[in-house]
């Protein structure tokens, strides 16, 4: 018990949501012949409305006199602890509410966009994009600051953006496709980031509050791909990739009066540059094989891997992170992904197992105390399916096999007698979130 309702403590929070959106939009393509060119004309429009309103009330049950309250309440039974006579009472518990006005808010966004683009194929072996977006965004959020109700928060984030693009790919023979690409993209706050609500993370364990100074941060990239397809069913493909972030948003932990706390903050500027592979093998081809080889005319294999290297700049005036470059957050130095897939039309019979690693990525930002890193997870995924003519299918599935942890980490650092600077490694959040398994039966009329 406490002396103020948290939810954390003998309290609940009530929350109600209501969301609206209208969308409309239109599409238009046209081609047309220019002497030996054959371009096609691309234009499109597109609306979106989107309406909010949030409200939560934070009750619970506190501590109702602490001159005569009964400090061996706490270690009665829970059917002892909330009975009639010990709630009312001066020696037990009453109900309070701690509702603040930042606890609701109305908020809308209001999107209007337009784009125009052409394409050339020049010579039956290039093929050009280009073309641009127009936005213009209007974010409004209406409450109050969390730590001062009387004060109104109206967060205003309207603009007018161009985001261009193009796209140019080079056949260089009958497998193989060289392609280049370059876009322009944006990265809006969302409501729950910008809005003062501050709520508890029961899984995290962690008070997460919006943050109404947010701005929208714009991305540049860019990419070079190399395609080859040894056949209709398979590929092998290598890309490199470079992204430049302006204002880029990430969750950071700050201290606060009751412990440490989540919320938002954009950062000066990042990047993130990698290879990826990616390759798709079909074993079809063995079925004009004889012999042991030719059981395995059924199986396909998929591969992607990816290894990035990014870096952030921070604003040490707005937050003191240890680390003034560092790894973006969320972003791991690698992911893999991998599947075994087994199709037999003849036996109506299918399954695949699939398989995903990412490396160590930081999750919550530190300030004046390490980075919260997310540990690498290993993770298999089962799926098999039989089929009884074209009616009955009964399909099986296992989620998360292995069932590893999921466990965010920190590295702190310090120093020790006669040993100097050392290193510990502290968990902050630990937890096994469970195989799932499914069983479905689908009937066919």
Known sequence: FSFAATPELSGRVFQNMSENILVSAANFERSFTLGSFKPTLKLGFYAEDKSREFEARNIGYIIANMMSFDWNLPYESIDSIFSDENINNTTGIRLDETTNASDSYQADNQLIAAYSGIKFPLFNLLNLYAGVRMEQNKQTLDSYSSDNATDPVHYVNDELKFFPSANLSVQINENSILKASYGMTINKPEFREIAPFAYYDFELKRVIRGNDSLTNSLIHNFDLRYEFYPSAAEIISLSAFYKNFMSPIETIEINSGSGRDYTFQNALGAYSAGLELDIRKSFANLGKKEGFLRNFRHFSLVM??????????????????????????????????????????????????????????????????????????????????????????????????????????????????????????????????????????????
């Open 304 to 445: 992607n891997a990816s290894y990035i290297k990014s870096e952030i700049e921070v604003d040490t005036a707005k937050f003191y992170s240890r680390s003034y470059k560092r790894p973006m957050m969320g972003q791991s130095p690698f992911i893999v992904n991998a599947g075994i897939y087994y199709q037999n039309d003849e036996k109506e019979f299918s399954f695949n197992l699939l398989y995903n690693v990412i490396g160590k990525r930081i999750v919550v930002v530190g300030l004046d105390f390490p980075d919260i890193y997310e540990m690498p997870r290993h993770s298999i995924d089962l799926t098999i399916s039989k089929s009884f003519g074209s009616h009955l299918e009964i399909k099986f599935g296992i989620q998360d096999i292995l069932n590893q942890p999921i466990k965010y980490q920190q590295y702190i650092e310090f120093e020790k007698a006669n040993e100097g600077l050392v290193q510990r490694q502290q968990v902050s959040y630990l937890t096994k979130p469970g195989s799932y398994y499914s069983l479905g039966l689908t009937y066919k009329f």
